[in-house]
C-alpha cells in the first residue's frame, strides 16, 4: 500500500487517483508522517453499495434493525412483505364486495 504525503498528493493529484485506479489498492495519505485519510479504489457497479456500507449513519441504523430482529421487535423484510400482500388481498376482496352491491 502506497503513502503519500498531504503536499505529494496537492502537486501529484490526478498521478496518484491514477495509481490507486490502476493498480487498485489504496493510498493511504499522511500529513507529518501521521495517516490522516486514504485514495481508496471504487469499483464503479458497485459504487451505491460501497457508499452505502461506508455511511456511518446507515451503518449504524442497520446494526440497530439487525438488534431490533434478534430481540422480535421487528419483522425481516421477507415476513413484511408477505403480509403486505395478504393485507392488499384482503383490500381487494372488500372492494370487489362493495362494488357488487
Do not use: C, H, Q, Y
Request: without cysteine; glycine residues 8%.
Amino acid at each position: 500500500m502506497a503513502a503519500v504525503n498531504v503536499r505529494e498528493l496537492a502537486r501529484n493529484t490526478s498521478k496518484v487517483i491514477g495509481d490507486v485506479a490502476r493498480r487498485k489498492r489504496p493510498a493511504i495519505i499522511t500529513r507529518g508522517g501521521t495517516p490522516v485519510a486514504a485514495v481508496v479504489p471504487i469499483d464503479a457497479d458497485a459504487l451505491d453499495d460501497w457508499i452505502l456500507a461506508n455511511a456511518p449513519a446507515f451503518v449504524e441504523g442497520m446494526r440497530k434493525a439487525d438488534a431490533d430482529l434478534r430481540r422480535g421487535l421487528t419483522v425481516g423484510m421477507d415476513k413484511a412483505m408477505l403480509g403486505a400482500a395478504a393485507k392488499a388481498g384482503r383490500s381487494a376482496k372488500r372492494k370487489a364486495k362493495v362494488s357488487r352491491r
